[in-house]
């Protein structure tokens, strides 16, 4: 299959690296990981390996290719969007997090649009070279509680190139559930600057609990069927899971980058708002992470 990964950072390299064992892979990345990758290749580490000659551009715009998986982060969706309408494609797939970006992809496209998640732990050590820091898996389907043979499709040139993929027809509520994890984790993790493991203990526990709880009663009030033991149960198989990685969040303050709390905690509060709903743990944490953007000038 012929694939064009949007965002090269850590989990587009990622995913990147492992479709180019199976699979035609151009990556669209900053211009010193492009550089990396035209001079010696990608090389994945950790707990998935492999070295691959994928093509690497930092220009998005008029490409072509069967699949076009998108991995930037939130904000920027809507240039990726941009771009990305001015190539063909046979199918878009959204593996970012947060909510909304699949419906601004599919605003702009022509082509539909799949929603899905990625719990593969990732981290870009330097150009040309990611780290593979925790085993997950991917999980790809139509945006509506369907069947779709177009997602079928995707999934199996996934597998094929050795990523763990699950084809579902419950996306919406594996979404949110993805949304309770994110908004208990990233946010969290990112203020104690602490590992994902973290949060398996008190006094972190009680703050990341209550943030997922928050998010499936919202989710409930969108009318998706999440209960809170789900929510919760999701944020500690993850944080057991990926124990000793750093959360995407933890990564941009790190690294001074403005982070996806808009898309993650901050649209759970506008969402309870539409709804009537109290979320004060994702209201709290939103407001520090965004505290903390205005004071480095990233918003």
Not at 128 to 154: F, I, K, N, Q
Not at 210 to 217: G, L, S
Not at 226 to 254: F, K, W, Y
Request: hydrophobic fraction near 45%; proline fraction near 4%; include cysteine.
């Amino acid at each position: 299959m012929e694939i064009v990964v949007f965002g090269a950072g850590s989990l587009g390299s990622l995913v990147g690296g492992v479709l180019a064992r199976a699979h035609e892979v151009t990556l669209v990345g900053r211009p010193d990981h492009v550089d990396a990758l035209r001079s010696d290749g990608l090389r994945v580490t950790g707990q998935l390996e492999a070295h691959v000659t994928p093509s690497a551009t930092t220009d998005g715009r008029d490409l072509a290719a069967e699949l076009a998986v998108v991995t930037v982060k939130a904000a920027d969706t809507p240039t990726a969007a941009d771009a990305l309408a001015t190539g063909t494609f046979d199918a878009a797939l959204s593996l970012q997090n947060g909510m909304g970006n699949e419906a601004i992809l599919a605003d702009a496209l022509e082509s539909p649009v799949l929603a899905g998640t990625a719990t593969y732990g990732a981290l870009r050590r330097e150009p040309g070279v990611v780290d593979c820091t925790g085993l997950g898996e991917v999980v790809v389907g139509p945006r509506d509680d369907s069947h779709s043979p177009l997602a079928t499709r995707v999934g199996n040139a996934f597998q094929e190139a050795g990523l763990e993929t699950t084809v579902a027809d419950d996306i919406p509520r594996r979404l949110w559930e993805k949304l309770a994890v994110n908004a208990a984790i990233n946010p969290v993790t990112a203020l104690a600057d602490a590992d994902n493991g973290a949060i398996l203990d008190p006094p972190a526990a009680d703050v990341a609990h209550a943030a997922a709880r928050e998010t499936a009663r919202v989710a409930r009030g969108a009318g998706i069927s999440l209960t809170d033991e789900a929510a919760v149960g999701a944020v500690s198989q993850v944080a057991r899971d990926t124990a000793a990685n750093t959360s995407s969040m933890r990564q941009d303050v790190r690294a001074g980058r403005r982070t996806e709390i808009d898309a993650i905690n901050g649209y759970v509060v506008d969402r309870a708002e539409e709804l009537g709903l109290a979320v004060p743990t994702n209201r709290v944490l939103a407001s520090l992470i965004r505290t903390w953007e205005r004071s480095n000038e990233l918003r």
